[in-house]
């Protein structure tokens, strides 16, 4: 940034790998919450607006850094603040539902880890890959009679089946709670280092007011200069 420039480059969010993934996360919240929260619950609303506020104060620090650096580094803590909220509501999801959380090191962490997914749709893919790497199915074929439900082959077959069915669901949940651990999880570490950047940037260069000033100072220089040369 030259020397003389009082407001500096700002606004460049988008080209952000924070918030790229922050709306990737966003996104994929509001999809999550579709499909598997009641909208009258109020985790609902709050994983959705945690995950918006997560992108939004990186819009706004961003947009802020202009004129206060200060309160670009105030939003991106806000930013990595929603984040880590929205990744205890996942954490709930799981142990609510009895569901595993996968370790960091896990190879199912690590794949999600070297995927990248930048879309929802590539997300979706991976979720489903995932599911059918584990998929749990009926351990024996069901009989030629198995709709009568009546003799102890059939019942037993078809409390099989929705074991099964159930497990599947149970897979898909947990694939996709997991998942979501991993996409915020790399989010809030960005964020982290972006935070560091800031603040670094901010104790070497200074704010708004540090600008202003040593401009201030310059001109009277300059001013002082051009009148010692007169004389």
């Known amino acids: 940034m030259p020397p003389d420039s009082l407001i500096p480059p700002h606004g460049g969010y988008k080209k952000l790998r924070t918030y790229k993934l922050g709306n990737l996360i966003y996104d ?34 961003s947009e802020a850094s202009a004129t206060s650096k200060k309160s670009e580094l105030k939003l991106t803590n806000v930013a990595k603040a929603s984040q880590e909220e929205l990744l205890t509501d996942y954490q709930a999801f799981l142990r609510q ?3 595993p959380e996968w370790a960091a090191e896990s190879h199912a962490a690590q794949t999600v880890r070297r995927a990248r997914p930048e879309t929802l749709d590539q997300l979706r893919q991976l979720m489903a890959a995932l599911v059918a790497d584990s998929e749990l199915l009926p351990e024996t074929p069901l009989s030629d009679c198995r709709t009568c439900r009546t003799c102890q082959t059939c ?32 989010e809030t570490y960005l964020l982290g280092r972006q935070i560091a950047r800031l603040a670094a940037d901010f104790e070497q260069e200074g704010g708004f007011t540090e600008r202003l000033h040593r401009i201030r100072t310059e001109i009277r220089k300059k001013g002082n200069s051009e009148w010692a040369s007169r004389d």
């Open 155 to 186: 019942r037993t077959e078809f409390a099989q089946t929705k074991d099964a069915v159930r497990s599947k669901a149970a897979r898909k949940a947990e694939v996709a709670g997991n998942v979501m651990l991993c996409l915020i999880n790399q």
């Open 28 to 61: 994929a919240t509001a999809a999550f919450c579709e499909q598997y929260l009641d909208r009258k619950d109020r985790t609902y609303d709050q994983m959705v607006q945690a995950a918006r506020s997560g992108v939004a104060n990186i819009i706004e620090g």
């Open 97 to 99: 539902r009895g569901l």
